[in-house]
């Protein structure tokens, strides 16, 4: 389904709650995980290390495919208000 021209797509509060409460209990867990790892702490700070990696690229990602879903509706709008400009200028009656 394709959303009128300058609408924006809101999520509903119940979504935004969810997200954020499924990314708060996959690092608590993940980082309860990782405390009780019965090895030595140099360990459980190179697996901490890559979690924050994993969670910071995690975040890049998601921007960066949204950024470039908004730069793709954007040029839609520019080419769609120029080929609108073109119909309206030209009438086959003058």
């Not at 994993?54 to 975040?59: A, E, F, K, P």
């Amino acid at each position: 389904m394709q959303l009128p021209v300058g609408s924006q797509q809101v999520h509903s509060t119940g979504w935004v709650v969810q997200a954020w409460a499924s990314f708060i209990l996959s690092i608590t867990a993940m980082s309860f995980g990782i405390l009780n790892l019965p090895v030595d702490n140099w360990v459980k700070g190179y697996m901490g290390m890559g979690l924050a990696f994993t969670v910071g690229s995690t975040v890049s990602m998601a921007k960066t495919t949204r950024d470039n879903h908004e730069a793709k509706r954007l040029t839609a709008r520019v080419d769609e208000a120029r080929v609108e400009k073109l119909l309206s200028d030209h009438h086959p009656l003058k």
